[in-house]
């Protein structure tokens, strides 16, 4: 059974900082590029970033780049996002992707979601 599961988010003032983490299991994490959408209540899913699975290239959603980081570690089968200068529009769920194509930007590429996490930047 393949799951994603996130941690790390939660409340943090404009600003502020969070990275929240992904663990994978049931599948082949290093096989597979991964990445992080998320989701306002009501609205579409919004790219954020993406990793490649050979040469960890990243790639960000406009609205997040110069801010965010994506990392992977293979050997821990783990997916990070540091966020960084949090602003009260970053206020979504966040949620694990797991592609099973190779164009990031399409949410049809995503082959496994994680459940997603709740990050809210306060004003």
């Known amino acids: 059974q393949v799951q994603l599961v996130e941690s790390g988010g939660g409340l943090v003032q404009a600003g502020g900082s969070l990275r929240l983490t992904c663990v994978v299991s049931?599948?082949?994490?290093?096989?597979?590029?991964m990445g992080w959408w998320r989701q306002a209540a009501g609205k579409e899913r919004e790219f954020v970033a993406a990793?490649?699975?050979?040469?960890?290239?990243?790639y960000y959603g406009d609205s997040v780049k110069g801010r965010f980081t994506i990392s992977r570690d293979n050997a821990k089968n783990t997916l990070y996002l540091q966020m960084n200068n949090l602003i009260p529009d970053d206020t979504d769920v966040y949620l694990c992707?797991?592609?099973?194509?190779?164009?990031?930007?399409?949410?049809?590429?995503?082959?496994?979601w994680g459940q997603g996490i709740q990050v809210t930047g306060s004003s």
């Open positions: 992707a797991a592609y099973s194509g190779n164009y990031w930007f399409s949410v049809e590429m995503v082959g496994h």
């Open positions: 049931g599948l082949s994490f290093n096989t597979y590029a």
């Open positions: 990793m490649s699975r050979m040469n960890h290239t990243p």
